[in-house]
C-alpha cells in the first residue's frame, strides 16, 4: 500500500515537473518590444491591432494613444524586430524601438515595492 502511495506521488512529480518544462520552454522563444509610433485616434490603433493581432507569430499587440507606443509580443521563431519594422511601414506608420521605463517605486506601478 505504502509503495503504491509512493509511486503515484513520483508520478504526480514527474508530471508536474513536465508541464513546468513545457511553459518555461513556450516562453523562451517568446520576446517583447515596445515601438513608439504616431497614433493619433482610436482608428490608428484599430488599424495596427487588425494588421498585427492575427499576424503569426505575434502573441499580443497593446497600443497606447497618450504614450504613443505599440507594445508587442512575438516569437522569435517567426519575426524578429527588423520584419515588425517593416509590417509597420506597410501600414505607413513609422516605428521606432524604445527602452522599456524602469520601474520607479514612487509610480507604484508594480502595486508597490
Known amino acids: 500500500m505504502k509503495t503504491m502511495m ?3 506521488v ?3 512529480m514527474a508530471m508536474v515537473s513536465l508541464f513546468a518544462f513545457n511553459a518555461s520552454a513556450q516562453n523562451a522563444d517568446e520576446a517583447k518590444v515596445l515601438f513608439s509610433v504616431k497614433l493619433d485616434c482610436r482608428s490608428c490603433v484599430k488599424k495596427v491591432e487588425n494588421h498585427f493581432g492575427p499576424m503569426r507569430g ?3 499587440v ?3 494613444i497618450p504614450d504613443q507606443t505599440v507594445d508587442i ?3 522569435t521563431k517567426r519575426l524578429d524586430e527588423a520584419k515588425l519594422i517593416a509590417e509597420f511601414k506597410k501600414l505607413e506608420l513609422e ?3 524604445v527602452a522599456e521605463k524602469p520601474c ?3 509610480q507604484k506601478c508594480c502595486g508597490g515595492h
Open 6 to 8: 509512493n509511486f503515484k
Open 10 to 12: 513520483f508520478v504526480l
Open 58 to 60: 505575434v502573441k499580443k
Open 62 to 64: 497593446k497600443c497606447s
Open 73 to 75: 509580443t512575438y516569437s
Open 95 to 97: 516605428a521606432t524601438p
Open 104 to 106: 520607479v517605486e514612487e
